[in-house]
């Protein structure tokens, strides 16, 4: 996890804290929306990723980030209150594409192409971070 978030940090210019954010919102995003199968083997193959992902649940569940996550869930739900969520984060569509990319690409390597194509398939609406 710590070579991803590093890798996030230089490519899209934030910082290592909002690249855990930010990673953490998408792989939630994926446990909920996704293939169990899949997104269990991309989540246990990144080693640290267990645990950001349910960090991630925990936050999204209580406090007010998790108020704001479930009124941007009622508007949009799906990708679009993913999105709502990361740019509560503060930040923009172009830096939200670049992690959606890297993250991909990171979890390829590390998982395989037939788990992120599955999952893929499943969200047809990631096919525009990949």
């Known amino acids: 996890m710590e070579e991803l978030i590093a890798l996030l940090s230089s490519k899209v210019g934030i910082s290592p804290d909002v690249a855990t954010q930010a990673v953490g919102a998408i792989l939630a995003f994926l446990e909920r929306e996704g293939p169990a199968d899949a997104v269990s083997k991309l989540v246990d193959s990144i ?52 992690i959606g990319r890297e993250l991909f690409a990171f979890a390829e390597r590390e998982a395989g192409p037939e788990v992120v194509g599955k999952i893929v398939r499943e969200i047809p609406e990631l096919g525009q971070f990949v």
């Open 47 to 98: 080693t640290g990723a267990r645990d950001i992902t349910n960090e991630a649940i925990n936050a999204q569940s209580g406090g007010f980030m998790g108020m704001l996550a479930g009124m941007v869930g009622h508007v949009g739900g799906g990708i679009a209150g993913l999105g709502g969520q990361l740019m509560a984060m503060g930040l923009d569509l172009n830096q939200i594409q670049a």
